[in-house]
């Protein structure tokens, strides 16, 4: 009886130890704060080579495989959902931006270590998107299927988080 009991008690003890193991060696994305990334270039140039709007980010921070950033030039409204203008007069279906302005996605698919750049390209004429590390995803398109972001070449902004 004390056996069946003391063996009972193992196999829990290391059921528990598993699990613990299991839980720490987990990864969970990394939480960015203001300051974390920095853009520091922009190309909205089309015609030029390579015939792409671009914007580069610096990473500031390390951050951990599976760590998302959501990256949009729709306009800013303010700190109450949704956030980012929505425009269903200038001919663009609801819950997408104005005409040119979408919104992708990128997750790390692995370690990311502070000082690396991060090169987005979008192709507005292909609806290509690429990144110098990661992988993207379009979010929002812009009323144009299939393109994640279109620059102007004026009076465009870029917003992380």
Known sequence: MKYKLLS??????????????M?????????????????????SDETGSPAA????????????SGTVIYFTDMGYTGNSAPYFQQNPNNGCAAGTGAV???M??????????AGTQLVIRV???????????????IEVQTSSVGQGMNFSAAGEAIHAF
């Open 53 to 64: 709007d671009e914007f580069v980010v610096l990473f500031l921070e390390p951050v951990t």
């Open 23 to 43: 839980a720490f060696s987990s990864q969970a994305q990394t939480t960015l704060s203001a300051g974390d990334i920095m853009f520091v270039g922009v190309n």
């Open 123 to 137: 192709n507005p004429a292909s609806g290509s998107i690429s990144a110098s590390t990661g992988s993207l995803s």
């Open 104 to 113: 992708i996605k990128w997750t790390a698919s692995g370690a990311v270590t």
């Open 100 to 102: 040119s302005d979408g």
């Open 8 to 21: 009972k008690l193992k196999m829990a003890l290391a059921t528990v130890f598993a699990i613990a193991a």
